[in-house]
């Protein structure tokens, strides 16, 4: 079976395909990955990955889009809108248009027999829609996405005529959010979440626990490069004097002079730091979230836009953490978050209904099953 993966302009996009892609692979399939700008990085998980969109990555897109259209990026900092994806798509609509023509190019090269997509990958469902195969939409987070793809294809109205696709597709959907932490059943086929965050080799100061409770910090890759690090600066002034160790997982950026008990750490795979962590402060992105929950982890989160409040809420409203805002995380909510039963006690639930979910693996027959029927 051959199997062509879609995915959005994303890192956070592209990470939750490949525990996927390497079940596909391990089980004997062949896979292609396409992507772009930031979603290259799927690379390091020895995927060939074909770019579809040279020399473009995220924030040149979507500052393309706040150039042309405003408007659409004004709606994804919107608190109230972006617990809704629907919302999300007239800009994903509009980085699709801008990815399809290499996307189609690719898929009519490889010929496959069923196409998966990540959420908000418009370019998935034509492609499949064009070649007359099969199409699986991977999950990646807490908002639900019922409305979405067809409000896509109305996005996309001008790609499918120029591509001649009149049909569309029915997708199978792959849900990777924990069921007690939805509001309603899964969506489609119910998926352990198996974090990936890329490989590395470990630091010595990751190799031992912490002699002191040790709280992780990150924006993910997509906050820092459009919004700063203001939230951040914030969190060390909060961490000055308490008794923890805070680590700043934010990459190579000079953020000046640190308190003792703070340290600024280059890129380290996420799921390996949260391991020697007693909690994390991070912004929202579902990979973080899900990824944090998989570890056992209280978390507080600090949303600022996208699906970021869904997934905040999803963990405030199961009692594994707090959403909040910036000005609002001190001393006394982090001291809370480190020693408080209850968040603890329901991390820990959470993870292992996680680690009973099925897992990738488990979903390459189905897969195999579609793409024959």
Known sequence: MRVLIVSALGTGHVLPAVPLAWALRAA??????????????AERAGLPVEDVLPGQDMRGVFE??????????ARLGNTEATRDLREAVPVFARVSDRMVDGIVDAATRYRPDVVVYTQLQGAGPLVAAKLGVPAVQQGFGFARTDGVNELMREHLADAYRRHGVVGSVRPERIDVAPPSMLGGPPEGWSARYIPYNSGAVLPDW??????RPRVAVTLGTVVP???????????VDVAAGMDAEFVLAVGKTDLGDLPDNVVAVPWVPLNELLRTCTAVIHHGGAGTT?????????????????DRYANADAVHERGIGVSTTPDAVDADLVEWLLKADKP?????????EMHGMPTPASLVPRIVELAAS
Do not use: C, Y
């Open 28 to 41: 004997g399939h062949d896979v292609l990955l396409t992507a772009a700008g930031d979603a290259l990085v």
């Open 64 to 73: 393309w889009i706040k150039a042309n259209r405003p408007e659409l990026v």
């Open 206 to 211: 990751l190799k031992h626990p912490p002699s």
């Open 225 to 235: 490069a459009m919004s700063g690090f203001g939230t951040v600066s914030r969190i």
């Open 290 to 306: 899900l990824t944090a929950a998989d570890a056992a982890l209280p978390q507080i989160v600090v949303p600022d836009g996208a």
């Open 344 to 352: 603890r006690a329901a991390a820990a639930e959470v993870r292992d």
